[in-house]
């Protein structure tokens, strides 16, 4: 068992930029491969970031490439997720999610993520 609680959302104006946090317990953190999701009213889960404890790899949705960087201290157990540039479209709720197996094979789908936060809101005003 895995837990995961994201922190850190909030209402932002566009431009600002924002850091979500995702404190993990009940695994040994460094092992684990984590993700970040989000999904936006009337819309599917999707893809943001990735990132694998093999070699520290990390995978961006295009979306978001060049704005947000994901990150962890495996120290303190925590996956972060820092977001620059926010513009309105990337109003939702996002969430951190642990990956299914030891090797990340298929970082982008949701369905290899076992374990997944409550998830934290994030709106961004025009």
């Known amino acids: 068992q895995v837990q995961l609680v994201e922190s850190g959302g909030g209402l932002v104006q566009a431009g600002d930029s924002l850091t979500l946090s995702c404190a993990a317990s009940?695994?040994?953190?460094?092992?684990?491969?984590m993700g970040w999701f989000r999904q936006a009213p009337g819309k599917e889960r999707e893809f943001v970031a990735a990132?694998?404890?093999?070699?520290?790899?990390?995978y961006y949705a295009d979306s978001v490439k060049g704005r947000f960087i994901i990150s962890r201290d495996n120290a303190k157990n925590t996956l972060y997720l820092r977001m620059n540039s926010l513009n309105p479209e990337d109003t939702a709720v996002y969430y951190c999610?642990?990956?299914?197996?030891?090797?990340?094979?298929?970082?982008?789908?949701?369905?290899?993520?076992?374990?997944w936060g409550q998830g934290t809101q994030v709106t961004v005003s025009s």
């Open positions: 990132v694998a404890w093999t070699d520290d790899s990390t």
């Open positions: 009940g695994r040994t953190f460094v092992l684990l491969n």
């Open positions: 999610a642990k990956y299914r197996g030891s090797l990340m094979t298929m970082p982008r789908s949701p369905l290899e993520y076992e374990y």
